[in-house]
């Protein structure tokens, strides 16, 4: 059994505020994968390559890593700064779903997250952790929401739609995604045949992450692995 609390689903269903309070209830580490294929977008289109045929000899040169940033939390690191905001906005976003159907781009992220997973327990957030990089995760849930719900959530974020946007047009972009992400060849977006499911529509955030953290920690002791405070 891999040491990792899978957390999987579609854009803007929670994934990321609700694996990040877990881990911190925990008091364990949270990865966000979905920050590594955006790394990638960002730095192809900062290098001026085709985004949608990247190599494995551009991929290479590439320094992914996790450092504490000045506020002390454990953020990405790309050739060797943060790239922060440039990671969240809506032209990296596409960039990461386009980069994430190519199978060279997937296999070279496979290493780089499974290094991250060891002795210690993680939680890990992104569309593949429970199918792919850890079939065998100690805990698998999937989250969803209505579309609607997700397109509000995402309105409500900083930086992560163009200025001005509507709800519709978010919407839109939401669904696009959806689509590229679950139909494409190579590690579809789906839940895992033993993943939990969750629909976090009309749920508060407290409420999401009450009821996930009550079923990692029941599928924890189920399994005998004693990490809760
Ligand atoms: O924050 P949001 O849910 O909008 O997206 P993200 O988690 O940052 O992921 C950006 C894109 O990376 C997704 O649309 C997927 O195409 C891709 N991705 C993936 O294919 N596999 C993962 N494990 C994580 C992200």
Not at 1 to 24: F, L, Q, Y
Not at 194 to 206: C, K, R
């Amino acid at each position: 059994m891999s040491n990792c609390i899978a957390i999987d689903g579609p854009a803007a269903s929670g994934k990321s505020t609700i694996a990040r309070r877990v881990a911190e209830k925990l008091n364990i580490a949270y990865i966000n994968t979905g920050s590594l294929y955006r790394a990638v977008a960002l730095a192809a289109i900062r290098a001026g390559r085709d985004l949608s045929s990247l190599d494995r000899s551009f991929l290479d040169t590439l320094k992914l890593e996790y450092a504490e940033n000045e506020s002390g939390a454990y953020e990405l690191k790309l050739n060797g700064a943060f790239p922060g905001a440039a990671l969240r906005t809506a032209e990296v976003a596409a960039g990461a779903s386009l980069v994430a159907t190519q199978p060279v781009v997937r296999d070279f992220l496979l290493g780089v997250q499974r290094g991250f997973a060891g002795e210690r327990m993680v939680v890990m957030e992104g569309r593949d952790i429970g199918t792919v990089i850890f079939p065998d995760a100690a805990v698998k849930i999937f989250l969803t929401a209505s579309p609607e719900e997700r397109a509000r959530r995402r309105l409500a974020q900083d930086g992560e739609s163009p200025d001005g946007a509507t709800l519709a047009e978010v919407a839109r972009e939401i669904a696009a995604r959806d689509k590229q992400d679950s139909e494409r060849a190579v590690a579809p977006l789906k839940p895992a045949p033993d993943a939990i499911l969750v629909d976090t529509t009309g749920f508060s955030l407290d409420k999401a992450v009450e009821t996930i953290i009550g079923l990692t920690a029941r599928k924890l002791q189920e399994s005998g692995i004693c990490i809760m405070k």
